[in-house]
């Protein structure tokens, strides 16, 4: 948990002590919204510096509540207005209400996060409002830059590089994009079911046409050897992109690289999961077990104490 008391003593000078508590409240709500919606993650991030944690905690909030007011605006005292969550979002800490957004926006601040960025993830959400069928895949990898690469890219930012120099920045930011482009994916052949009940088909048009199915196939849950080989299809480009974006972990500073590495390859693990499915997405959410993940943790380990 973030201690403002100690680890931003310029908050003194212009903040008193019901601001310091509220702020210290925000970042607990923050910690608890993770934890109960992204196990994964939540145990991801555990190994990340204190502060450096709640950061990163906050902004899972805060996509998480962004998330929320497009699909489940029932949970959100913003009812659905996307547009007045970003206004507000881009005010400072102390002039929020909301204690994701006063965590969030505090943290924003304290580590210079660009707002273009930020910007760029809200638009992305804002294509759920508008936009339910993607026809190639390059429309889709533009749609899962903004909502999933804008999320590494901040994560980047928090976290921090090994090297300023601007080789290093452009090459991680390159691998960064590519790591969330491939959770993104994975989220999508995870939810097929749970997105067709909203109307909406993220898989490619074209990809679907490639193994002879169209939208009415997956409408009626069909479950043949075609849909078998275009999951097997998208999860192979799945891992493609995993093996891209992985590389671009040794560019980190070290505090962070077992925690991005954890919840990439955490959240991998259910691409194995679908498969052994047997690629049923329609009716089972494909997950890991908290013992899976933990058997997970030493070849992660391992593999982070390998990078150079």
Request: aromatic share 8%; charged share 25%; proline share 3%.
């Amino acid at each position: 948990m973030l201690n403002v008391s100690t680890r931003a003593p310029w908050l003194l000078a212009g903040s008193d002590a019901g601001q310091h508590e509220a702020l210290r409240a925000a970042f607990a709500q923050c910690d608890g919204l993770t934890r109960a919606h992204s196990k994964s993650f939540y145990l991801a991030t555990v190994f990340l510096p204190g502060q450096t944690r709640s950061a990163i905690r906050s902004f899972y909030a805060f996509c998480r509540a962004t998330d929320d007011i497009v699909d489940a605006p029932h949970r959100s005292c913003f009812r659905g207005n996307l547009a007045q969550w970003r206004i507000q979002s881009r005010r400072a800490w102390h002039e929020q209400m909301d204690p994701v957004l006063m965590a969030w926006s505090y943290s924003r601040d304290q580590f210079s996060v660009p707002t273009n960025i930020v910007e760029e993830l809200v638009d992305g959400c804002e294509m759920d409002l508008r936009v339910t069928r993607y026809e190639t895949w390059a429309m889709l990898r533009t749609y899962c830059y903004h909502v999933a690469s804008t999320v590494g890219l901040v994560s980047m930012h928090i976290i921090g590089l090994e090297s300023q120099d601007e080789a290093t920045q452009h090459l991680a930011r390159e691998r960064a994009i590519d790591l969330g482009v491939a959770l993104q994916l994975t989220n999508i052949l995870r939810d097929v079911g749970e997105d067709l009940a909203r109307g909406r088909i993220y898989i490619p048009l074209e990809d679907l046409a490639r193994f002879g199915l169209d939208e009415r196939d997956l409408a009626d849950h069909l479950l043949d050897q075609r849909f078998c080989r275009l999951m097997q299809f998208e999860i192979e480009r799945a891992h493609g992109l995993y093996e891209a974006g992985l590389r671009g972990i040794a560019l980190l500073k070290p505090s962070g690289r077992l925690a991005v590495t954890a919840a990439a390859q955490l959240y991998r693990g259910i691409l194995d999961r679908i498969q052994r499915n047997n690629y049923q997405v329609f009716t089972k959410r494909a997950s890991l077990s908290a013992g899976e993940k933990l058997v997970r943790l030493p070849a992660i380990y391992r593999q982070v104490r390998q990078m150079q």
